[in-house]
């Protein structure tokens, strides 16, 4: 277990490096992965060779047992034969390798303990890596999404302050102003360079067209009643361009006519 506690010792220092002169927050969580990667893969490589001790362990407590096995075989064919100081020798390596094999073997079932232990330790690990991994990419949605915030506060901030609208007022100034300098402009070029006659009748087209609403005014007096009957026309009659005086000399002139 000291692997694991040697790599968070070292985890730590570094994490807190990193912290005390972090500049980007995503580079500094970015970083902190690749160490833990590298960190998960010394673990890895410590805990397999754990479990090649303990795989080694276990070849060579069967190796004793088979050995044992062996001179148990070879005391029995000295039986056989009649040679019990043979068969006593065999019996000897026997329980030599028995024992051999006997310590080996609670050698490895102690070390195979450990060794679930470390793999546990190291499925800890790479979880907690995982994890960080989900919980980097939260943080620097997070960061990203503060650091919009702040540039969007810091141009309102900047928009709100008084030196900007009067920038916006002095502007819309100067393009009325220039806005009003054309028109001047047009109108003097109208008055001195146009054609006199040209502009006399469009004088009177305009005449004409005020008198057309002017009829229209009292045409709508008259039908809510504002005006008696007949008096709109007589207004009519005198705003229009006939001579009255002519219009009744030219009927009673015409009248003589069918007399006769």
């Known amino acids: 277990m000291g692997i694991f506690d040697r790599f968070a010792t070292l985890l730590r220092s570094n994490i807190n490096d990193l912290i005390s002169r972090a500049e980007d927050p995503?580079?500094?969580?970015?970083?902190?992965?690749v160490d833990m990667r590298s960190q998960l893969a010394k673990a890895k490589q410590q805990v397999a060779t754990a479990i090649a001790d303990e795989k080694r362990l276990r070849?060579?407590?069967?190796?004793?047992?088979?050995?044992?096995?062996?001179?148990?075989?070879?005391?029995?064919l000295a039986i056989k034969e009649g040679r019990d100081?043979?068969?006593?020798?065999?019996?000897?390596?026997?329980?030599?390798?028995?024992?051999?094999?006997q310590g080996l073997e609670t050698t490895w079932e102690a070390h195979r303990a450990d060794t679930e232990k470390l793999k546990n330790s190291l499925r800890d690990l790479n979880d907690k890596i995982e994890e960080a991994?989900?919980?980097?990419?939260?943080?620097?949605?997070?960061?990203?999404r503060a650091q919009a915030q702040k540039r969007i506060h810091e141009t309102m901030s900047s928009l709100s302050e008084k030196s900007a609208f009067e920038a916006f007022a002095r502007?819309?100034?100067?393009?009325?102003?220039?806005?009003?300098?054309?028109?001047?402009?047009?109108?003097?070029?109208?008055?001195?360079?146009?054609?006199r006659l040209?502009?006399?009748?469009?004088?009177?087209?305009?005449?004409?067209?005020?008198?057309?609403?002017?009829?229209?005014?009292?045409?709508?007096?008259?039908?809510?009643?504002?005006?008696?009957?007949?008096?709109a026309q007589k207004k009519a009659l005198g705003a229009g361009s006939v001579d009255e005086e002519t219009v009744p000399a030219e009927i009673e002139e015409s009248s003589e006519k069918k007399g006769r």
Do not use: C
Request: zero cysteines; a negative charge; hydrophobic letters at 40%.
């Open 26 to 33: 995503e580079k500094m969580l970015t970083q902190i992965l």
């Open 59 to 76: 070849d060579q407590a069967d190796a004793e047992y088979k050995q044992a096995a062996d001179w148990e075989q070879k005391a029995m």
């Open 85 to 101: 100081d043979l068969a006593k020798q065999a019996l000897m390596r026997q329980s030599e390798h028995v024992a051999s094999a």
């Open 133 to 144: 991994k989900r919980k980097k990419n939260l943080l620097v949605a997070r960061q990203r």
């Open 171 to 195: 502007m819309e100034e100067r393009i009325e102003q220039n806005e009003r300098q054309l028109k001047a402009s047009v109108e003097i070029e109208e008055e001195f360079t146009g054609d």
């Open 198 to 231: 040209a502009q006399d009748f469009k004088q009177l087209e305009r005449g004409a067209v005020a008198g057309s609403v002017d009829n229209q005014l009292l045409a709508l007096k008259q039908k809510m009643g504002m005006l008696p009957a007949g008096s």
